[in-house]
């Protein structure tokens, strides 16, 4: 018969059932500290490999969202943990880049010119730490294209777009040392819409027209990427407005 630390309920097993504490629990220690950062933040034990074998795997993204999740790690949280890695990665790994254009003539050319300049800057330095919400308006436009063959609602497209944009993050890390040489944003850029495009293409399989999926998959990322930039540039004429730049 064990007696619960917690709250003293007496019970046989190794949980109690009334708060689930453990029936073991040792000293803390160093040893403890290691397994707690495996355990909440890599989750090795558990998820993190499965959630990579979805790269190469998309229909386990189909079937964590039909129900079948033991294993997994939860997407959302791994794609938060991943763009902080890369966010990091590349503040350390800064290569500078100036943004440069010539204003037009004319008062109305001006401003355009101020906000272009100015969404293009804080795009370059502010996108990086933004990544995540890119999910939500793949996520929108994926419920829109893909609702009737799907039947999937707006959070389960979310869930689905977590997985593939932690994906192009993971890619984004892997092959860092090009493309930081060659683009000012690691997580944006040509290859990471492709890489998003193709994604898309090979999970919603449930759309069985290869050519309307292509052309579905594209819309998707491309409406998404078209609203992501214009937050940019609301922002950038807010800014403007409020400081007169």
């Known amino acids: 018969m064990n007696t619960c630390l917690h709250c003293d309920n ?6 109690c059932p009334e708060c689930g504490q453990k029936a073991t629990t040792a000293r803390l220690t160093f040893h403890q500290i290691v397994h707690d950062l495996q355990h909440v933040l890599l989750h090795l034990d558990k998820g993190v490999l499965k959630n990579l074998k979805t790269i190469w795997m998309p229909s386990l993204i189909r079937d964590y969202i039909a129900g079948k999740r033991v294993g997994f790690y939860n997407p959302i949280v791994l794609l938060l943990f991943v763009c902080g890695i890369l ?3 590349e503040i350390t790994f800064k290569v500078p880049i100036k943004v440069e254009a010539k204003p037009l003539r004319g008062e109305v050319y001006s401003i355009g010119y101020k906000i272009g300049k100015t969404a293009a800057a804080m795009f370059r330095d502010w996108s990086k730490y933004f990544e995540a919400l890119m999910v ?19 959070i389960e497209n979310i869930y689905i777009q977590a ?10 890390l892997v092959f860092f040392p090009i493309l930081r040489h060659s683009t000012p944003v690691v997580a944006f850029n040509l290859y990471s819409v492709l890489l998003l495009i ?9 759309e069985t027209n290869w050519l309307h999926r ?27 407005k409020i400081w007169g730049l």
């Open 163 to 172: 997985f593939i944009v932690c994906n192009m993050s993971l890619i984004g």
């Open 87 to 89: 966010a990091y990665v």
């Open 136 to 154: 939500l308006p793949l996520a929108f436009w994926s419920s829109q294209f893909y609702r009737v063959n799907t039947r999937y609602n707006l």
């Open 10 to 15: 007496q019970y046989e097993g190794n949980f």
């Open 198 to 206: 193709l994604f898309n293409f090979v999970t919603f399989t449930q």
């Open 214 to 240: 292509t052309l579905k998959s594209t819309m998707v990322v491309l409406l998404a990427y078209l609203v992501y930039i214009l937050a940019f540039v609301v922002a950038a004429f807010v800014v403007i």
